[in-house]
Each structure stands twice: as C-alpha cells, then as structure tokens.
C-alpha cells in the first residue's frame, strides 16, 4: 500500500519527544499556563460591550450604505436641528419615543374608554419636563418641527379634542378629512376592519402613536436621550394603571439596551453550564476501577477550557476589540470542544497499555490523541479565519473571539492539561486511590467486599491483567455490540434508508428557507422593544418604508419631454407589486407640474422662468414646502437658483409582512432604478436592514464554498490516505445540507446567527468524520466489517461523549429568554446530532460496503525508541540476565517474577517498573 503518511508521522513524531518533556517539566507546563490565565484575567478591565444594533447586524459592504452616504451628502439628514418630516430621515435609529396600544381584553381597541385612556396618556407624554441647568425643557421644545409645529399624529389631531364625541365620529381609511387637508392615518391603526363597501373603520387592534424627537448638536443630543428615559419609565408606570389599554413601547436606545442586557444575563448561564460540565465530565472519567478513574482530570479538563475562554476574552479585551450579544455564545461552544479534546486525550491514554511507564504512556498518548486534537483544533481555527472574513461585523467578531479562544484550548491542553494527565498518570502507576490518593491493593487481593468496592484497584502484583479487562464500559459496548450489530445487513440496509429519507428532508427543507434577523429576535422575550417589534411586524406593515428616488446627474426638469420621462419613470415604480399607486406617491415635480398648469397653462417653460416660479411662488407656499427638502439647488452668490443639483421623489412601499417580501422590494425598487435612463439611488434607512436579508445566503455559500475546499486541503494533508479526504468532504457537504435544511423546518431561518453556526458545522464535520475514517483505513484487519468495528471500538467513545458534551454544554441556551441564544442552540444541536449519526453510523456502513477498494493498512513499526516487549522472568537471577541481555528497559513493559521465588514478605513487593534496573 503507497504511504501517505509522512506529514502524519512527521507531526506524531513530533508531539511523542512532546509528550516526554511535558512529563519531565510537569511542574513548569503546570505553572506557566496558570501565570498567563491570571495575567490575561486583568484584561478584563478594559472590557466593553459594544450595543451598535446596525453596525452589528448589517453588512458592512452593503449597497444601501453606499446609498445612504451618497444621499446624506445630497441633503439635509435632520440632525442639523431644523424643521424636517421624518418620512424623509436617513437613520434608522433617531431619537423619539414609539407606542402601539392595545385593548386589555378583546380585539377592537376603537372604543370611547379606550381612546380616553389614550388621550389622557398622550398628553401626559407631550408634557414630559426635563430640568437641565435651571431651564425647563419639554416636548414643545424638544420636537421634530415642521412649520414651527411640534410634528403630531395624525390619529391625535382627530379625537384630542373630540374624544367625548367619539361615537359620532365615522372615521374613514386610511385618509380622513378633518379641516382643510385629508390627514393620512394608515401607518397609527392596525388590523384595520372596514365597514363593508365603504372606507369608514369598524374595528381596529391596535394603534400607534410616534413622537420624535430633534436633535443636532450633542448638547440637544443628550436631552433628547434623557427624554427617551424619562418616556420609558412613565410609560412603564401607566402600564400597571391603565384599566382599558395595554401599551408596547421603543425608544432609539431600546435594542442596543437589549443587547447589553443579553450579554449580561447570559453570565448565569454560562455558570450552569460550567457546573453541568464538570458532573459529565466526572462521571464520563469513573471507572469500576478506583486506581484507573480519573475524575479529578474530567474536572481539570473542564477548567482548562474555561481558562481559554477568559484568556481570549481578556486578551482581546486588551486590544480593544468589543464584546457584544453573539460573542457571549462563545463561551458555550469553547467549553464543549475543550471537553471533547480532553476526552480525545483520555481516551488515547486508556488505549496504551498499563504496564507502560508513565512518561512513555505520556508520549504515546501525545503522539496519537495530541494529532487528533491538532486536526480538529486547525480545523476549527480554519473555519473562524474564514469566518472572520465576512461582511457581517457581529459574526466577524464572533469568529475571531472563538478562533483565539480555540487557539488558547489547544494549548492549554497540551500544557496546562497535559501536565495534570502526568501528575495523575503518576497516582495511577503508584496505585492510588483516584480520591484520597492513598496506595491501595488491586481488586483480586481485596481483604474484603468493602474494602472490593470502595477501594480496590489498579494492577495485579500477582498475575497479568488484560488491557481489555482494563477498557471503559462504553469502549467495550462500541466494540463487542454496537460495531457488530451495526454490521448485520439488515442494519446496514436500514442506516442506508434513513440516510435517503435524512437526505429527502433536508432537500424539502432548503426549498423552505426564510431569511433574515429581525428586529424583536435582538431583544429578550416579552421585554418592552419585543413587545413593541411584534406587534409591529404583525399589525403595521400595511403601509412599509417610504423609499426615496433619487435623480443625481443633471436633468433638465423645465422640458416636457423630460418631465414626461420623469413621469413614466413614476408611474413603473408606482406599477410594482410592492409599491402603492399615486395616491401615497410624493413627487414635487407632480405637483409642480399642477401648480404650474393652474397657473400659466403649461408646465413647457424657459428654465430661467421654471426655476423661477419654482424657488419663489411654489416652494414659498405653505403647503408645497416640505417639497424643499427634495430639490437641492445651484445657486449664484445672490442665492438665485441657476440649477437643480439633485431632487427626490418619495413612494410608498406595501404589505410588508415577512423579511422575504422586503428583501424583493428593495431588490425590485434598484431594477427599476437600474434599467432608468436616469441616474438613480433607491434608498430608505430599513434597507441597511434589508441588506442583510438578501446577503446572508450569498454570504453563507461564498464562506461555505471557501471553507469547505480548505477543509479537504487540511484532510488531504493532515490525515494519511487520500481516501480519507474525500469521505471528509462528502460528509461536511451531507452535514451541511442536513443542517441548513433541517433548521428552516425548525423556524430557524438563515441569519447572522445560523450563518456563524453553518462555519461551525464545517469545522465539526470533520471531527466526527475524520477519525473515523482515518481508523479504518489503518485497521489491521481483512474483513470490511472487522475494520469498522475496529473503527468504532477505538473512536465511537470519544466521538459520543463529545458530542454529548457539546450538546450539554448548549442545553441551557434552549431555555434562554433571547431568540439569538435559543437558535444557536438549535442549530448546534442539528450540528451535533447529525454529525454524530453520521460518524457513528452512517460512515462506518458506507466504509464496510467500500472496503474492497480501500487497501488496507498493515501493522507497521512506529517511531517509537524500541518496540515493547514482554519479560516473564523465573526468578531474580533470571531477571537480571534478560535485563542484561536486552540493554534498555524501555523496551521491556513489565517483568512477571514467581512470588514463591523470593523470600521477602508479599506485602513489601513492589511492580518491577520498566525502567527499574535495581
């Protein structure tokens, strides 16, 4: 058979003159890592949360940020602190206070006790007072303006002053006439209910009042938050007050407050979990053997992993890179594959035999498991590089987080860990008790049943014990019962037909994903801003985001042609299935055209004549002002207008009601404007969050189709049979379809948060599939079936508890108050499910049926310093003489002397050691 194998070995070699000195320098490799864990803790005080809900959660090379930045150095943005309407805003996040109102009981909030309740409240809120350097400030003063008038609801101009006659009043939608203008009152009534054939409202659920707020300068800024404040906290007393209403609130701050609010309360958890940890952990070390268990190692591997999450934290800490609400799940996933690792080493430590020496175990056990956990380690580390590189700011971070994280795991196993594996394989060759570390008898010289039971263990003065007799019970189960049942064809035939109905889900499932992370998913359930988000998302995306269209180049508005182009370009966005027709379309040029035909008879007039009547009779009127703030102008050093530099219109989009629908409106609104023969930018604030809809899947295939054929780079090299490589690759890719499809069946959709896990599934598949394969392929055996079983006796134990492990270690984010944690652990826990029924299942049936063309792999001499041999000796004399003979006791793993043959009481006999030579 061709050799592949000389990285493998080259690095095996590598980590067995490792292990040695780890064992010779236990001290130093104890110490050192428990220095620099202290040292790194101090980073802490540098620690900081970063809460920025946009920037975490859109991308960052997004088209509508390049949109927004074009249109704020167009116009005004409303932070200067003038008048301006916030249909025209340019940020999604501004300062004001938002209410939706619901009825205590029922479904119809258009009742006259209701409304009371409402205008008593809104007037509460608009006479909010501030006290600020012995000035009084209130909403009067603090408003968004327009025409010197704090802007209103609409729904409140109606009935603040009415409300007695509420039942007189036949209210009409979404436009009701009161006075001289209609006022539009769609976007404050939800799960509106006409009268049939007529526009007058019969039932509402809910209303919506806003109240915005100005700023500009960071002094106005400030008082705007502290207004916010003061809102939340009387809206959250009127709540226990209010007899007829139940009230949702927002403010600017309300998600990022969430955030921060996420991060902090998930401590507790993460605690659990720690505690959770280490009872698994111990217990998965207990033997029938008191000698051979080792749960004080199951605990120091749970504390080495916690070491690594406080050092990544710290270290990043100190190079000022923010924590935020995804980071937090770090540490989850840090802990369950630090326990994995750990149960990698000691499961390669339980494989070597007992008669060993302990520095010898130690290198041999480094030279196999340590390889393990570097391939699963790179593996991992890989993946979060290639994370990292995505646009999404929140999971960049993420990635970078768990990648020095992982990088810390590794070595503190191969330090801090390792050193403790030498201290507690010393207890063990000196046949101590795993607890009180006193020297006790084996089980076959137990004076009593007791004493059988509670203290007996370790190895036989008198006989030689098996290595088998010596394996854990799980190891035996994987090799005695579960391989060989597994390897009955009728088994086999049935793993193969749940694989095709596994793969028919998941393919059903990918036709049924949704995309996007909505706003209420940041915030904890039930709080103020899910409340709000909810009811939002469910009642009021009748009326979406106005969008603003926007013509950049010169345009020549004072010819009819031209305003006829303009016009036909209107009317194609106003033709979209997303958008609503003329009647909610705002287009200066519209009613310019009317005020001009009104007025002269033709809207064909000389520019100077056009710019004109524009700048000085139609802009001045009171009610074609807000259409100021659409046209910039050109002008001379007498303020005249010589040109319009760039001018707006606005539409309206419709029915909102799922983060697909808005992703194809944003994407059909830049078609339109694409194929224009004008110059044209399509923008609202939403679609920074829109972005992230439609780029989370591209994102996710480019990341997955980056890592995936690094993935087979890393197993082709790292794992010695090209064999190995692609069934590695073949179960990433079944993994990762079962995952993203089975996800969307579970409501998870395709997200930041499901995006970060998709990159772990990567790193996970391979650790299930890898060693798997890698242990058949080297198995010394003739049959298919045989090798399997050989397979699974050696690695279905670790792989089993690892991922039991992982999924314990998630198991408290199920119950988490905050979507984000509860779909991280759904998607890890599809991860690990599937990864698992894929390595210890479905892999080793493929590989069985596969065999014959697997050559397989017989046993060879390692690099190990000479090859261990068995002594019996008759006596001491004979002893002396096979010592003689051979030279090094190395190669010697244990010497069997007669007790008859020595005339020394029993109970002073010690195991002649290797490396005993006296």
């Known amino acids: 058979m061709a050799r592949y194998d000389c990285v493998d ?203 915005t707020l100005s700023t500009g300068d960071k002094e106005k800024d400030k008082l705007a938050e502290d207004w916010e404040m003061v809102f939340d906290k009387l809206i959250e007393m009127y709540s226990k007050e209010m007899k007829h209403i139940k009230l949702a609130r927002c403010t600017s701050r309300s998600l990022s407050h969430e955030i921060t609010e996420a991060s902090i309360h998930v401590v507790p958890r993460f605690g659990g979990t720690f505690c959770m940890m280490i009872l698994f952990a111990v217990l998965s070390c207990i033997m029938r053997d008191w000698v051979l268990s080792k749960p004080w190692l199951g605990f120091l591997g749970v504390l080495s992993a916690v070491f690594a999450v406080i050092s990544a934290v710290g270290l990043l800490s100190y190079c000022g890179l923010k924590f935020n609400e995804i980071v937090s799940l770090m540490p989850f996933l840090v802990l369950g594959v630090g326990v994995d690792n750990m149960f990698i080493m000691i499961a390669g430590w339980r494989q070597l035999s007992i008669y060993l020496s302990v520095e010898e175990r130690m290198a041999r056990t480094f030279s196999e498991a340590a390889v393990s ?216 040029l519209r009613m310019y055209q009317r005020f001009l035909k009104a007025g002269m008879g033709t809207s064909d007039l000389d520019k100077a004549t056009f710019l004109s009547v524009l700048q000085n009779h139609f802009l001045t009127r009171s009610e074609f002002k807000q259409y100021s703030l659409d046209i910039k102008f050109k002008k001379d050093e007498n303020g005249r207008a010589t040109d319009i530099e760039v001018s707006r219109f606005l539409i309206t989009s419709k029915d909102m009601m799922n983060t697909t629908r808005e992703g194809d409106m944003m994407l059909a609104v830049r078609d339109i404007a694409e194929n224009s023969d004008f110059n044209l930018t399509v923008f609202n604030p939403a679609f920074v969050v829109y972005d992230q809809y439609i780029g989370v899947l591209p994102n996710t295939l480019q990341t997955l189709g980056i890592a995936l054929g690094c993935m087979f780079l890393v197993a082709l090299v790292m ?62 055996k003739d049959s298919s079936n045989e090798r399997a079983i050989s397979a699974l006796r050696a690695l279905g134990m670790p792989i089993l508890q690892g991922a039991a492990s992982s999924i314990l270690a998630i198991s408290v984010l199920s119950t988490a108050p905050v979507y984000v944690f509860r779909i991280f652990f759904k998607t890890l826990f599809l991860v690990m499910i599937f990864g698992a029924y894929h390595g210890l299942m479905l892999l080793p049936v493929i590989l069985s049926y596969m065999g014959r063309c697997m050559p397989h792999k017989e046993e060879e001499e390692k690099y190990y310093e000479k090859p261990p041999l068995p002594c019996v000796a008759k006596d001491v004399q004979d002893f002396k003489a096979i010592t003689d003979k051979r030279g090094n006791l190395d190669i010697i793993d244990h010497c069997f002397i007669p007790l008859t043959s020595l005339d020394v009481p029993v109970s002073t006999i010690s195991v002649l050691a290797c490396t005993d030579k006296t």
């Not at 998913?521 to 969008?547: C, H, I, Q, T, W």
């Not at 794992?719 to 069934?727: N, S």
């Open 9 to 211: 070995r080259c690095i095996s070699k590598a980590f067995y003159k490792l292990g040695k000195v780890v064992f010779r320098h236990k001290l130093i490799f104890l110490l050192i890592p428990l220095a620099m864990v202290t040292f790194l803790m101090t980073g802490f005080t540098h620690f900081i949360i970063d809460d920025n809900v946009e920037y975490l959660f859109t991308p960052e090379n997004s088209q509508s940020r390049d949109d927004r930045k074009v249109t704020r150095e167009l116009f005004m943005t409303g932070d200067e602190g003038e008048e301006f309407l916030p249909n025209r805003e340019l940020d999604l996040f501004i300062r004001r206070g938002r209410l939706i109102i619901l009825p205590a009981e029922g479904d119809n909030i258009m009742k006259k006790e209701m409304f009371e309740e409402i205008v008593e409240l809104d007037e509460k809120i608009r006479t909010i007072t501030l006290h600020d350097n012995g000035t009084l400030d209130n909403y009067g003063t603090l408003c968004m303006k327009w025409l010197g008038q704090c802007l209103d609801n609409n729904l409140m101009m109606i009935y603040r002053q009415n409300v007695e006659m509420f039942n007189y009043i036949n209210l009409s939608y979404p436009f009701h006439t009161a006075g001289q203008y209609p006022l539009f009152i769609g976007p404050n009534l939800g799960g509106v209910e006409l009268h049939e054939g007529s526009d007058v409202v019969k039932s509402a659920k809910n209303v919506m009042l806003i109240y």
């Open 373 to 588: 956990i570097t391939i699963t380690n790179l593996t991992d580390m890989l993946a979060f590089i290639i994370g990292a590189t995505t646009s999404m700011p929140g999971v960049r971070t993420f990635c970078i987080y768990a990648g020095i994280a992982m990088l810390f795991v590794y070595f503190y196993q191969l330090s801090f860990f390792g050193a403790c594996m030498a201290y507690i394989g010393e207890r063990e060759a000196n046949n101590m008790h795993c607890y009180t570390c006193k020297k006790v008898l084996p089980k076959d010289e137990s004076p009593n049943k007791f004493y059988h039971i509670f203290c007996a263990g370790g190895i036989s003065k008198t006989t030689r014990t098996k290595v088998s007799d010596m394996e854990h019970l799980l190891m035996k189960f994987f090799g005695e019962h579960f391989g060989p049942l597994l390897m009955k064809s009728p088994v086999k035939a049935i793993i193969v037909l749940s694989y095709l109905g596994y793969l028919a889900g998941a393919i059903y499932g990918l036709f049924h994903i949704t995309q996007g992370l909505q706003l209420n998913s940041l915030a904890r359930d039930n709080s103020p801003a899910y409340l709000y988000y909810s009811y939002e998302d469910e009642y009021f995306k009748k009326f979406g985001p106005v969008v603003s269209v926007i013509l950049q180049d010169d345009v020549e508005y004072w010819k009819l042609e031209t305003q006829e182009k303009i016009e036909d370009l209107t009317l194609s966005f106003e033709a979209s299935e997303y958008i609503y027709g003329s009647e909610l379309t705002d287009s200066w």
């Open 719 to 780: 794992i010695p049979h090209p064999v190995c490589a692609l069934w590695v690759t073949f179960c990433v890719i079944s993994i990762d379809t079962g995952v993203i499809g089975y996800m969307s069946l579970w409501d998870v959709p395709l997200d930041p948060i499901s995006m970060l896990n998709i990159i772990l599934c990567i790193g996970f598949s391979v650790d299930f599939s890898a060693h798997i394969t890698y242990a058949f392929v080297i198995a010394p």
